[in-house]
């Protein structure tokens, strides 16, 4: 498995609507711990929730057979982190092999900006594209090797701590 790589290139942030804090104007409620409400939502705007996570985000990028069709990259929060704001009524969910995994996205235009990944049901897995600009500082990316996903879970980690509350992950505590 390949380690985390930080991915700044103004390649990437054309592919990935640059994503970094570039002008000092982010719109968003800065938290103590780095916390920020980032903002996001589908394409065609059905869809609109709110996250509380770092400004950095740690990003995956997956290879298992739905992920590398999606092209789906994310990364994960508790579910007490994330906040559906709209568009309940125009979700819709594919699940298979184990049905863990909810994949989940617009009915009108078939954007998943979240889902609740196999890693972590207690979680989402937010996408870094579907966030408003103006949040993000940086993204670092680390490639999972969905491909061998008992494996590859038996040797990350932390990726099963991702979706644990900590005391600084609640808005409520900030409050």
Same mark, same amino acid.
């Given at each position: 498995m390949d380690s985390a790589i930080v991915c700044l290139t103004s390649d990437w942030l054309l592919t990935y609507?640059?994503? @970094?804090?570039?002008?000092?104007?982010?719109?968003?409620?800065?938290?103590?711990?780095?916390?920020?409400?980032h903002e996001g939502g589908c394409h065609c705007g059905a869809v609109r929730f709110e996250v509380w996570s770092s400004s950095d985000l740690h990003v995956f990028h997956c290879n298992c057979s739905i992920c590398t069709k999606k092209q789906n990259h994310h990364f994960i929060v508790p579910k007490t982190s994330f906040k559906l704001l709209q568009g309940s009524d125009n979700l819709t969910t594919y699940t298979f092999n184990t049905h863990v995994a909810k994949h989940t996205f617009c009915k009108t235009c078939g954007v998943q900006s979240f889902y609740t990944p196999r890693s972590n049901p207690d979680g989402y897995g937010v996408a870094p594209h579907c966030l408003?600009?103006?949040?993000?500082?940086?993204?670092?990316?680390?490639?999972?090797?969905? @491909?061998?996903?008992? @494996?590859s879970m038996r040797a990350h980690k932390s990726i099963r701590d991702m979706s644990k509350p900590a005391d600084n992950t609640h808005p409520e505590h900030h409050q």
């Open positions: 609507r640059r994503l @970094e804090l570039l002008n000092g104007t982010a719109t968003s409620t800065v938290l103590g711990m780095d916390l920020v409400k408003d600009p103006g949040t993000v500082r940086s993204v670092t990316v680390e490639n999972f090797c969905g @491909e061998q996903w008992d @494996e």
